[in-house]
C-alpha cells in the first residue's frame, strides 16, 4: 500500500542525529539493531541516567529531526502516511489498524510508527479508558467519531448483543453530521478505536466487558450457541455446535454441568436449555404450575397442559400426573384446578 522503504527513510533521517540519541530512539521504537523495544527504564539503566532525562533525549532527537534539513526532503513521505489515515480511516484511524492495514511486517511497523511519531501533519492521541491510541488528521472529525462512540455504548444494554447491521445504523445517527461521506468499511475502522464496545466471535457487538462479548468459557460460547438457534437445545447438540462454530472442544458432560450453574439458561425438558431472557420460569413442572394458578387463578386440564408446554418441553400426562399433589393443588366442583390454600 506505501510506496516508499520505512526502514531506508528511519534510518537517514536518524542519521542527523549525534550517537546518543540516536541510540535512544533506536531502543525506544525498536528501529536498530534489535526490533525490541526498550523502557524508559531499562535506557537510562544502560546509560546510567533517570528515565526522565531519558525522555529529554527522546524528545529532543524527535525535535530535531523535524528541524533538520533532510526532514524536508521526506516531506512527500509524511503526506503519503496523512493520505493512508484519511483514506483508510476517514481521516481517523486506530493505531492497531493503521500499521497492521500498511504492513503485514513486525519489525517494518516498528519503523512505520517511528515515521508517524515524527510527522507533523497528523496527531496521535494515547489510549485510556474508553479509547484506543488512534490517529487523525482532522480534529473536528476525532470529536465527533469520540462523541459517537460514546453515544452508542450508553445506548447498549450491559449483556445487550445487536448485530453489526444495527451497530452501524446506530452509528450513523450518531454521526448525522458526516455519516453521508463515509462508508461501512470507515465506520467500521472507528468502531475499533472503542474500548467499551466490540464484537464477539459470530460478529454481534455490545458491551466489551460482557460475558456475551468477552467469551471466556463454555458457558458464554453455550450462551451464544442458543441466542443464534433461537430455541431450546439439547446439551448434546450445545457442545457439538460449540466445536462447529467456534473449533472449541467442549465435552458434552462439561457443557451440561455449566448450563446447570449458569442462571441465563433455564432447564425446559429433559436436557433441553432455553435462554432465560426468553420469559421461561425456572424450577420444575410444579413449580410452573403453581406460579401460573397464583397469577391466573383457576384453570382446566387443557388450560393448564396449554400454559405450561409454552414453558416447559413435556408430555402432556408429565403435567398431569404433577397436577395430582395434593399438598399443592386440588381439583374444584366445576372441573378447574387451584392451588391448595
Do not use: C
Amino acid at each position: 500500500m506505501i510506496t516508499f522503504k520505512p526502514k531506508q527513510v528511519s534510518k537517514k533521517l536518524l542519521s542527523v542525529l549525534p550517537d546518543r540519541a540516536r541510540d535512544v530512539l533506536e531502543k525506544r521504537y525498536g528501529v536498530g539493531k534489535s526490533s525490541d523495544k526498550h523502557t524508559l527504564e531499562s535506557i537510562g539503566q544502560t546509560y546510567g541516567i533517570t528515565r526522565e532525562r531519558v525522555r529529554q533525549i527522546e524528545n529532543y532527537g524527535i525535535k530535531s529531526i523535524q528541524k533538520s534539513t533532510v526532514y524536508g526532503e521526506f516531506e512527500p513521505i509524511f503526506t503519503e502516511l496523512k493520505s493512508a489515515i484519511d483514506e483508510l480511516g476517514g481521516g481517523m484511524v486506530a493505531e492497531n489498524a493503521l500499521l497492521e492495514e500498511l504492513t503485514k511486517d513486525e519489525v517494518t511497523r516498528n519503523h512505520l510508527y517511528l515515521l508517524l511519531v515524527l510527522g507533523d501533519v497528523f496527531y496521535r492521541t494515547k489510549e485510556n479508558s474508553y479509547y484506543t491510541h488512534r490517529w487523525y488528521t482532522d480534529k473536528k472529525i476525532a470529536e465527533t467519531v469520540e462523541k459517537g462512540l460514546k453515544n452508542i455504548y450508553r445506548s447498549l444494554d450491559k449483556d445487550e448483543l445487536i448485530s453489526e447491521e444495527e451497530i452501524l445504523n446506530r452509528f450513523r445517527d450518531e454521526l448525522i453530521e458526516i455519516a453521508d461521506k463515509y462508508d461501512d468499511a470507515v465506520l467500521k475502522k472507528w468502531l475499533l478505536i472503542s474500548k467499551e464496545v466490540a464484537s464477539n466471535p459470530l460478529g454481534e457487538w455490545g458491551h466489551a466487558t460482557s460475558p456475551n462479548v468477552k467469551v471466556k468459557g463454555v458457558r458464554d460460547y453455550a450462551y451464544l450457541v442458543v441466542k443464534r438457534h433461537g430455541s431450546p437445545m439439547h446439551f448434546r447438540e450445545v457442545a457439538e455446535a460449540i466445536s462447529e462454530l467456534f473449533a472449541r472442544k467442549a465435552h458434552t458432560a462439561t457443557t451440561h454441568n455449566e448450563l446447570i450453574k449458569d442462571d441465563r439458561f433455564v432447564l425446559v425438558g429433559r436436557g433441553l436449555y432455553a435462554l432465560t431472557e426468553w420469559g421461561y420460569a425456572a424450577g420444575v413442572v410444579k413449580d410452573v404450575l403453581r406460579d401460573i394458578l397464583e397469577k391466573e387463578g383457576p384453570l382446566s386440564k387443557d388450560e393448564l397442559i396449554d400454559k405450561v408446554r409454552k414453558e416447559r418441553y413435556v408430555k402432556d400426562n408429565t403435567i398431569v400426573v404433577n397436577l395430582q399433589d395434593s399438598n399443592l393443588f386440588k381439583r374444584l366442583s366445576n372441573g378447574t384446578y387451584s392451588l391448595v390454600e
